[in-house]
Structure formats: C-alpha cells, structure tokens
T-cell receptor, first 116, second 114 residues
C-alpha cells in the first residue's frame, strides 16, 4: 500500500515571500501521479498542481511549482510571491497510474498561514 | 460547466439512525469517489464507482455502502450511525478517459452524529 507523509502540520509565510511545503511518499510502483490540493475554509478541495512520475521536468503553474525527486520519493510544493488567498490546508496526494482507478491517497495536510 | 454538487451541505443525525448523502458529478464524468475527512484520520478513501459498478473499496465497515445510477449520480449510505462517523464527506468526480488525470471535488457534506 502507498503512504504519503507531510511532516509539517503548520507553516507560516510573510505575504510576498516564498514558502516550500514538504511531502514524501512510499510506493513500489514506477508509474503514478502526484498532486497538491488546496482546501480553504470553504472546504472545497482545489487542485493546485499535478506531476506525472514519468516526466522528469518539474511541473509549474504560475506561482506554484514542485520539486519532484523520484528516487528520493519526494514531492515538495513551492509557493512564490505568497498571497493572503493562499492561506489554506494543503494536501499532497498520490494516485496509481495503473488499474484505471482514481483512488487518491492523501497526506495529513499542512496548514499554511499567510502573514500580512 | 457546473462543478460537483453534494447534497445536503449539513446534516445532524442521532446515533443509530441511517443517512444518505448524494453526489452529482460534473457532466460527462463517469467516475465518482467518496472520501471521509476527520481531524484525527485525515482524508480516507471510502469507495469508487464507475459505470454503476463499485471498482474499489476502502477499509470501512459494511455499514458504509454506496451506489451509482445510470446518470452517474452517486449516493452513499451509512447505517446504524456512530458518533465516530461525524465527519466531512467529500465526493470527487473524474472523466475516466485517456489523458485525464485529475479528480474534481465537491464542497462536501458535514455530518454530525449526536
């Protein structure tokens, strides 16, 4: 079974600064997907960024980028130019690429606070 | 394009009762998954449906069940409610097609068991 670990229960960042959220995972599979989801107080889970394991290039979406280290099974999220609206719970998630399943395995989450 | 719709948004039930939650996926999406979110256990996978068939089931007791209809709408049912079933229940839909990788979530149903 796959596991996802987020070792930082809470983090804070000054507005306009950069912050990195950590995520490690354990799997014996070679093909999979990794995601970062954001859950604001409204509770809606919003996809921030995704990474296909077969791609060596790190994914980037505007101010959000990842550092994907497949051998180390590490998948960190970097948020640049932090904004007040970035304050939320962030969840790292894993999905196997095989068997046609969309089942996600989540980490426990990191609560990000943005200080004005 | 409408997102994933979950009803009701809030629910209060008494221990021992049963409850049914509903999820309408994004139009065209045929895969629906359910998750339970609690402060202690985090997000845990309940089950996944595709084409009215359960494809995957998480490690939950038989009191938790679900189904999917021909229009892809899904319901989950919890019988004989326990206090520990209090949680946010999230539904996610997926396109289930080549090149499609992500799941889209609804806003959840907050269930409180008293």
């Amino acid at each position: 079974a796959q596991t996802v670990t987020q070792s930082q229960p809470e983090m804070s960042v000054q507005e306009a600064e950069t912050v990195t959220l950590s995520c490690t995972y354990d799997t014996s599979e070679s093909d999979y997907y990794l995601f970062w989801y954001k859950q604001p107080p409204s509770r809606q889970m919003i996809l921030v960024i995704r990474q296909e394991a077969y791609k060596q290039q790190n994914a980037t979406e505007n101010r959000f980028s990842v550092n994907f280290q497949k051998a180390a099974k590490s998948f960190s999220l970097k948020i640049s130019d932090s904004q007040l609206g970035d304050a939320a719970m962030y969840f790292c998630a894993y999905r196997s690429a095989g068997a046609g399943s969309y089942q996600l395995t989540f980490g426990k989450g990191t609560k990000l606070s943005v200080i004005p | 394009k409408a997102g994933v719709t979950q009803t009701p948004r809030y629910l209060i039930k008494t221990r021992g009762q049963q409850v049914t939650l509903s999820c309408s996926p994004i139009s065209g999406h045929r895969s629906v998954s359910w998750y339970q979110q609690t402060p202690g256990q985090g997000l845990q996978f309940l089950f996944e449906y595709f084409s009215e068939t359960q494809r995957n089931k998480g490690n939950f007791p038989g009191r938790f069940s679900g189904r999917q209809f021909s229009n892809s709408r899904s319901e989950m049912n919890v019988s004989t409610l326990e206090l520990g079933d209090s949680a946010l229940y999230l539904c996610a839909s997926s396109l289930k097609a080549a090149g499609s990788t992500e799941a889209f979530f609804g806003q959840g149903t907050r269930l409180t068991v008293v």
